[in-house]
Each structure stands twice: as C-alpha cells, then as structure tokens.
C-alpha cells in the first residue's frame, strides 16, 4: 500500500508518498542503522492483532487491516 500526504518543514511544505510491503522473515536482525534518511527512530517485531494499539495515524490501520486480511487468505 501507499500512504501519500504533506507536512510542513522548516521553511516549505513537504509531499511525502511511503509505499509500504508485505514480506516474510527469513532471518536477521531488526536494526535503524544504515536508515539513509536517518527517519527512522525504532524497530520492532509486532503481532498482528497487536498492531492497532501500536500504529499512530486510521491510514496505517487500514493497511494493517489489509495485511491481515492477505496473510489470512494465504492460510
């Protein structure tokens, strides 16, 4: 999914567009470091159902909502 929207920075305004992917775990660790943008502050495995208590903005939600709804489909 796609979350487009605008914020206003220091001294203009700001259009920002995050795509966002599904993808499965293979191995690793989580980590901020090499965040180009230096945007990123954590990084966390969450559970599914946990994810509306931890996602701040309704068009997170939705795309959790989605994400969901595949991953149940694939089952």
Do not use: M
């Amino acid at each position: 999914g796609t979350i487009d929207y605008w914020f206003t920075g220091d001294d203009r305004r700001v259009h920002k567009v995050v795509h966002h992917f599904l993808l499965e775990a293979q191995g690793g660790e989580l980590s901020v470091a090499g965040d180009p943008d230096g945007e990123a502050e954590d990084v966390a495995w969450i559970a599914i159902p946990e994810l509306s208590d931890r996602l701040a903005y309704p068009n997170e939600r939705r795309l959790a909502v989605t994400a969901s709804a595949v991953l149940s489909r694939g089952a």
